[in-house]
């Protein structure tokens, strides 16, 4: 990828499972605006809870509903 990428267009993680829900979290996190099409009980969890991320080295995050949320589109 060159310098000429829009780093403002919105991502969508489709099949916003384990590893979705990670990758799409942390562009959250970042401040990208993010979308998941997740399953409706995972879409749920996430509206209630948030989103808590946890690396293997140990980092922890903690996404807000708001970040994501109404954005998570239901399948």
Do not use: H, K, Y
Not at 11 to 39: D, K, M, N, P
Not at 41 to 47: K, L, N
């Amino acid at each position: 990828m060159g310098a000429d990428v829009d780093m403002q267009r919105p991502i969508c993680i489709a099949g916003a499972g384990s590893i979705g829900c990670f990758v799409g979290g942390l562009l959250a996190a970042s401040g990208r605006e993010t979308s998941l099409l997740a399953r409706p009980r995972v879409c749920e969890s996430i509206a209630a809870n948030g989103l808590r991320l946890t690396s293997f080295d140990g980092g922890q995050w903690l996404v807000p509903p708001n970040a994501l949320w109404p954005r998570i589109i239901l399948r």
